[in-house]
């Protein structure tokens, strides 16, 4: 069984191409306290979302995007609660863990693959996934200074909170329409 182009999207295409992702991402810098947190929040985003998205594109795992697609925005939502209430707490690496399995699930399936296992299929996989890493530390170097600046300002802790609930809302009206069947009607 051949495959002529097994990825539909680049790493790089899903992760800047999808805002969800990309909120979340955003929300988890929002929180941080520093360079030490972000690189812990990012580790164990990426093992997590690395051990989904692989079990997940061999086959292991099967969750139905009915299931997962509304839970990542509530992945959000509950990001987006916890940085107006209290910031980056202790447990916030486990969260992070636990919320990068969702996304792994939500990452394979913008992956097309139709072959079996073989050294092709992991190819196109580990590609795939360094291309979210990169797309991820594009945001995370463009995005983090500026948030870093920011906090200098007296107006940064009312644009946090304001920041951070834009995006819970949001999160809040895609889980509503995830949770809608296709088409919008009941």
Same mark, same amino acid.
């Given at each position: 069984?051949?495959?002529?182009?097994?990825?539909?999207?680049t790493?790089?295409?899903?992760?800047?191409?999808?805002?969800?992702?990309?909120?979340?991402?955003?929300?988890?810098?929002?929180?941080?306290q520093?360079?030490?947190?972000?690189?812990?929040?990012?580790?164990?985003?990426?093992?997590?979302?690395?051990?989904?998205?692989?079990?997940?594109?061999?086959?292991?795992?099967?969750?139905?995007?009915?299931i997962?697609?509304?839970?990542? /925005?509530?992945?959000?939502?509950?990001? #987006? %609660?916890?940085? !107006?209430?209290?910031?980056?707490?202790?447990? &916030?690496? +486990?969260?992070?863990?636990?919320?990068?399995?969702?996304?792994g699930?939500?990452?394979?399936?913008?992956?097309?693959f139709?072959?079996?296992?073989?050294?092709?299929?992991?190819?196109?996989?580990?590609?795939?996934?360094?291309?979210?890493?990169?797309?991820?530390?594009?945001?995370v170097?463009?995005?983090?200074?500026?948030?870093?600046?920011?906090?200098?300002?007296?107006?940064?802790?009312? /644009?946090?909170?304001?920041?951070?609930? #834009? %995006?819970?809302? !949001?999160?809040?009206?895609?889980?509503?329409? &995830?949770? +809608?069947?296709?088409?919008?009607?009941?």
């Amino acid at each position: 069984m051949g495959v002529d182009r097994p990825v539909r999207v680049t790493g790089p295409g899903h992760i800047l191409g999808g805002a969800d992702h990309v909120l979340f991402l955003v929300l988890l810098l929002l929180g941080a306290q520093g360079w030490r947190s972000v690189v812990r929040l990012a580790t164990s985003f990426t093992l997590a979302h690395s051990v989904t998205l692989a079990l997940a594109v061999l086959g292991w795992v099967d969750v139905p995007t009915e299931i997962v697609e509304p839970l990542i /925005a509530l992945s959000i939502v509950y990001v #987006a %609660v916890e940085n !107006i209430t209290r910031g980056e707490s202790r447990q &916030r690496v +486990l969260v992070v863990f636990g919320f990068g399995l969702l996304h792994g699930l939500g990452f394979a399936g913008a992956l097309d693959f139709t072959d079996e296992f073989s050294g092709r299929l992991l190819v196109s996989l580990l590609s795939f996934n360094i291309g979210i890493e990169l797309g991820q530390l594009a945001i995370v170097l463009a995005a983090f200074p500026l948030i870093l600046l920011a906090r200098r300002r007296s107006w940064s802790a009312l /644009a946090h909170i304001g920041a951070a609930a #834009a %995006v819970g809302v !949001i999160g809040l009206v895609w889980f509503v329409e &995830r949770l +809608l069947p296709p088409g919008g009607s009941a």
